[in-house]
């Protein structure tokens, strides 16, 4: 399944060559990603994505996945929200709802409670990547606070700043029950310690 179109591009930082565009890898990509990513690898058929508005914003849900075979079948009172269903009746479910996990499932009995973060994957700014660590350590915090008895994940974009804190994160976050998985431009996820 071809993810091209989870980065934006966007013109770079003031006074920076227009032929090097920042690339954003945004936070409701990096949902839709992971959750792609978990019907390609767990036993589920259903996935929930809890976006807020903002996220909303920086990605056309609905268009995504109807670009890979889902269709609405179930309207919400948000109009980005709602439930698609592919051919092989695997459901996504969209549903803003603050106080949950972005993205979770159920699998043989089992919870799964991912965390995302997105931000610039790519720019001359320096400042927009050392975001990305912060990012990392704090949905790490997030999980933290979650009771016992989910698996818990913290995803972020895949890149050589999450990567070099994802590793130092690794053995601590595993010791808590979390783990970290790095999504690339092409919606592979790549888990970190294992």
């Not at 767990?42 to 889902?70: C, M, N, T, Y």
């Not at 990392?136 to 698996?151: D, F, H, Q, T, W």
């Amino acid at each position: 399944m071809n993810f091209d179109d989870l980065i934006v591009e966007r013109p770079p930082t003031a006074g920076k060559s227009l032929d090097q565009p920042d690339r954003y890898f945004y936070e409701g990509a990096v949902m839709l990603a992971y959750a792609m990513h978990l019907f390609r690898t767990e036993p589920i058929r259903e996935v929930k994505i809890h976006p807020d508005g903002q996220h909303a914003r920086q990605i056309d849900f609905q268009s995504w996945l109807e670009r890979r075979g889902f269709r609405r079948i179930a309207t919400a009172r948000r109009p980005f929200a709602g439930t698609f269903e592919d051919a092989e009746g695997r459901c996504i479910v969209i549903h803003p709802r603050s106080g949950l996990s972005d993205v979770t499932a159920l699998a043989n009995g089992i919870v799964i409670e991912a965390e995302c973060k997105g931000g610039a994957i790519a720019t001359t700014h320096p400042g927009r990547l050392s975001r990305l660590d912060k990012g990392l350590c704090e949905i790490v915090g997030r999980l933290m606070m979650k009771a016992p008895g989910s698996r818990l994940v913290a995803v972020m974009p895949a890149t050589d700043v999450t990567r070099r804190i994802g590793r130092k994160l690794a053995p601590r976050c595993a010791a808590a029950g979390i783990g970290i998985a790095l999504v690339d431009p092409r919606g592979r996820v790549e888990d970190v310690g294992e």
